[in-house]
């Protein structure tokens, strides 16, 4: 069975992304096998810590490099993503092996998807630092349309996200599309 690994870019225990991410685990069901990485015990990036590489840094790409894909869902933090996931992917972009001429990365090729729940813009400008950061890292960004969600004032106040029709609609159609894609 394929094997997806969600990475949420909020550590929030409410947070909407981890929500929007629980929901495409319900689509995807036992079509593939869901993770969620856990990654807050990161440490920050530091040269000097690099090699041999912290044991929670081995834990992350070890999950990552079991996945056939990984699919971020991610708020937007001042027009661009999360201090703490930009870590992760810092971490995660570096060569495996010292001094690797091919800099081979825990991430080099995989499949990855990407959506968002923000304010206003959906995260679009964390989505599009993302997919920036996806053909910097060499990762297979799939192409087309992915899930923008701008969560309305009555979201914020309950803390709770709404999938409407047209919502889950896209959700879906992103869900069926990187199945295929990791298929591929
Ligand atoms: C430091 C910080 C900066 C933010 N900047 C933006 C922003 O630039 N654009 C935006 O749409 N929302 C911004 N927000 C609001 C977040 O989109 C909102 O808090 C969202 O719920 C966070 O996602 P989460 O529920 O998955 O934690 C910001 C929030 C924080 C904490």
Do not use: C
């Amino acid at each position: 069975m394929k094997k997806i690994v969600f990475i949420v870019g909020s550590l929030r225990k409410n947070s909407f992304n981890k929500s929007l991410a629980e929901n495409a685990a319900a689509i995807i069901k036992d079509r593939a096998e869901v993770s969620f990485l856990s990654y807050s015990e990161l440490p920050y990036m530091n040269q000097d810590i690099e090699f041999p590489a912290p044991e929670a840094v081995k834990k992350v790409r070890e999950e990552v490099m079991s996945a056939d894909g990984i699919w971020i869902f991610s708020p937007e933090y001042n027009f661009n993503i999360p201090g703490v996931l930009k870590n992760l992917l810092d971490w995660l972009s570096r060569p495996l092996i010292e001094n690797d001429s091919e800099r081979i990365s825990a991430v080099t090729g995989l499949p990855v998807t990407l959506s968002g729940a923000g304010g206003r813009s959906g995260a679009a400008n964390a989505k599009k630092r993302l997919s920036e950061l996806a053909v910097f890292m060499k990762m297979k960004h799939m192409e087309g349309e992915e899930v923008s969600i701008s969560l309305t004032p009555e979201e914020f106040a309950s803390d709770i996200l709404y999938l409407d029709s047209d919502r889950k609609r896209k959700l879906e159609d992103q869900t069926e599309r990187f199945l295929r894609f990791i298929e591929a």
